[in-house]
Nanobody, 115 residues
Framework: VQLVESGGGLVQAGGSLRLACAVSGTGFSINAMGWYRQAPGKQRALVAV???????NYEDSVKGRFTISRDNAKNTVYLQMNSLKSEDTAVYYCYALVTLLGSYWGPGTQVTVSS
């Protein structure tokens, strides 16, 4: 099972980025998909998660600014990030919970927000 992230980069405060993560290499269904982030000197923390039923959950600081979505036909999860702040700067990791196989992680993509 492989996860490939895309869409990270450098953006000014107040700007937007859209992250994408494509899951390949499995014929099993994917349950939850989500995004975590790790800022320098901090632990990896949940940003947003979406279930197979499309129920979502967000970390408090991103509510109203970030939107998670998924395309089940493409085994892809997205994170639309608006009104970005300098404190959103981190490496963002995609994860997927695959039926019968367990959890998998992407290699991470850097998001840098300049103030």
């Amino acid at each position: 099972v492989q996860l490939v992230e895309s869409g990270g980069g450098l953006v000014q405060a107040g700007g937007s980025l859209r992250l994408a993560c494509a899951v390949s290499g499995t014929g099993f269904s994917i349950n939850a998909m989500g995004w975590y982030r790790q800022a320098p000197g901090k632990q990896r923390a949940l940003v947003a998660v979406i279930g197979s039923d499309s129920n979502t959950n967000y970390e408090d600081s991103v509510k109203g600014r970030f939107t998670i979505s998924r395309d089940n036909a493409k085994n892809t999860v997205y994170l639309q990030m608006n009104s970005l702040k300098s404190e959103d700067t981190a490496v963002y990791y995609c994860y997927a919970l695959v039926t019968l196989l367990g959890s998998y992680w992407g290699p991470g993509t850097q998001v840098t927000v300049s103030s």
